[in-house]
């Protein structure tokens, strides 16, 4: 049975695996951002509501009540991460989109010092900026000529999924499907006016629902419990999964073969996870203060 630190890390992979094919589904859709976004809301907050009324009896009042502003600050986060995250897919290159994300770890870990004061190791400072060059090696041929807009949404994704690693990680014991429901919830009510749904053809419709019945709402409750068990910064370590997942997906998918810096960045990229979590495992975890 896998506990405590390891835990975090097995969380974080599979959560950063699932999140992987948002990129497929967004391309696959190929439609307006609003539209995508919203009906990818849609669809998430009934999975994610769904969850938790089955797996929670407390009144929806009073687990909102335990911590408001915490769920508050969640749901806002996170609804403004996807909408950034939609629209940087189709206003660049993915490549360019991934390769921003990739910087997570850095800004995280930053924040995670800045706001929690939790301590960054060498060790994973060092698998932090190998991870970063891994991931540049994998998309280093193919930026093409990305459009300005697309990468400061990339951008302004990475900040506001890192402020959200750590208030997942400064309150561990808030209710991950509740949180990730009022997100998407409130993501749908920011779409809305904006959406076309009647001009939306039936791929979106089932790209936008595979997206937020399924992938994303696993990912996302598997990534956000990752902080409870492992801090900040060796969850975000993870995040460069996805990069590499993409490449992947668009390989198995659409085949387009990977090159050959394709499969040495994800080389370097498994080995510095690797080093960062496996081969620091018998370093004591220390919980920030409050958490």
Same mark, same amino acid.
Request: net charge positive; glycine share 8%.
């Given at each position: ?19 992987? #094919? %948002? ?8 439609? %307006? ?58 206003? #660049? ?10 910087? #997570? ?25 190998? #991870?970063?060059?891994?991931? =540049? ?8 000529? /990305?459009?300005?807009?697309? %990468? ?8 506001? =999924? ?9 309150? /561990? %014991? ?89 499969? =040495? ?27």
């Amino acid at each position: 049975m896998i506990e405590g630190r390891e835990r975090g890390w097995a969380l974080a992979a599979v959560g950063m695996l699932l999140v992987s #094919t %948002d990129s497929f589904f967004i391309r696959l859709a190929d439609f %307006d951002s609003w539209t995508i976004s919203f009906l990818f809301a849609c669809s998430s907050t009934l999975a994610l509501g769904a969850y938790f009324l089955v797996r929670t009896k407390e009144p929806l009042h009073r687990a909102f009540r335990r911590e408001p502003w915490s769920l508050a600050g969640l749901a806002l986060l996170s609804s403004a991460t996807q909408i950034s995250f939609v629209t940087a897919v189709n206003h #660049t290159a993915v490549s360019n989109v991934v390769v921003i994300v990739a910087a #997570t770890p850095i800004v995280s870990a930053g924040l995670a010092w800045l706001l929690l004061r939790e301590r960054t190791s060498r060790r994973v400072a060092i698998a932090i900026a190998v #991870t970063v060059l891994g991931v =540049v090696i994998v998309v280093g041929g193919s930026f093409g000529s /990305p459009t300005l807009d697309g %990468d400061l949404l990339a951008l302004l994704a990475i900040l506001l =999924v890192s402020l959200s690693l750590v208030l997942w990680r400064r309150s /561990p %014991d808030i209710d991950r499907p509740l949180a990730l429901a009022l997100s998407s919830a409130t993501m749908a009510l920011i779409t809305a006016p904006f959406a076309s749904i009647g001009a939306a053809p039936l791929r979106v419709f089932v790209a936008a629902g595979l997206m937020g019945l399924i992938f994303n709402p696993l990912g996302r409750l598997a990534y956000t419990t990752a902080p409870r068990y492992a801090p900040t910064a060796e969850v975000a370590l993870f995040t460069p999964i996805e990069t590499v997942a993409a490449t992947i997906w668009a390989w198995v998918f659409f085949s387009e073969r990977p090159a050959a810096p394709t499969v =040495v960045g994800g080389v370097v990229v498994l080995v510095a996870v690797l080093y960062g979590t496996v081969g620091g495992r018998r370093r004591p975890l220390v919980r920030p203060t409050g958490s």
